[in-house]
T-cell receptor, first 114, second 110 residues
């Protein structure tokens, strides 16, 4: 059973460009979470989605950031007009409907903004 | 969210047991105690969780104080691969965000 897959593993963007980060949850998992880890800082929750619905976006910056988890396909975290401060590791996690809140994490996407 | 307090860092020697403490004096009656760890350059990894009783799995043991205001993650025989940041997190079994603190950096010496 494949784990949580994130791609790309590394992403380089210039200021002002768009970044799209993809996350395929574990098979059978319908809950997806995105977290961000800034350099030398802890992991911070961003958003929690179930299929086609955003459940909790309390950690998401109000501007330039959006997330979706369509009925078919991976979850996407989209950052528009990236700035240097967006450089971080972005982790996706998934959980199923019976395992409680045990979250399984991907290896992350490391975004570098030049 | 209820707050947890962990030492910033701990050290151990390979093959020795490690006891990682966590204080959570404001824990609510429905909060589970979760432990995750993050190895260098990797995503967090679930370790163990419990509510009131001590728990064991293939990775570790979790000892929970009778008043539930503290807990201890026990690695029975540390290996070099156990060097990581260990996070103690409170939460329910309903779905939702995990609130990571600074965690404990565990260094394992050969």
């Amino acid at each position: 059973n494949a784990g949580v897959m994130q791609n790309p593993r590394h992403l380089v963007r210039r200021r002002g460009q768009e970044a799209r980060l993809r996350c395929s949850p574990m098979k059978g998992h319908s809950h997806v979470y995105w977290y961000r880890q800034l350099p030398e800082e802890g992991l911070k929750f961003m958003v929690y989605l179930q299929k086609e619905n955003i459940i909790d976006e309390s950690g998401m910056p109000k501007e330039r950031f959006s997330a979706e988890f369509p009925k078919e396909g991976p979850s996407i975290l989209r950052i528009q007009q990236v700035v240097r401060g967006d450089s971080a590791a972005y982790f996706c996690a998934s959980s199923d409907s019976v395992g409680g809140n045990i979250q399984y994490f991907g290896a992350g996407t490391r975004l570098s903004v030049l | 969210d209820a707050k947890t307090t962990q030492p910033n860092s701990m050290e151990s020697n390979e093959e020795e047991p490690v006891h990682l403490p966590c204080n959570h004096s404001t824990i609510s009656g429905t909060d589970y105690i979760h432990w995750y760890r993050q190895l260098p350059s990797q995503g967090p990894e679930y370790v163990i969780h419990g509510l009131t009783s001590n728990v064991n799995n293939r990775m570790a043991s979790l000892a929970i104080a009778e008043d539930r205001k503290s807990s201890t993650l026990i690695l029975h025989r540390a290996t070099l691969r156990d060097a990581a940041v260990y996070y103690c997190i409170l939460g329910g079994t309903s779905y939702g965000k995990l609130t990571f603190g600074q965690g404990t950096i565990l260094t394992v010496h050969p």
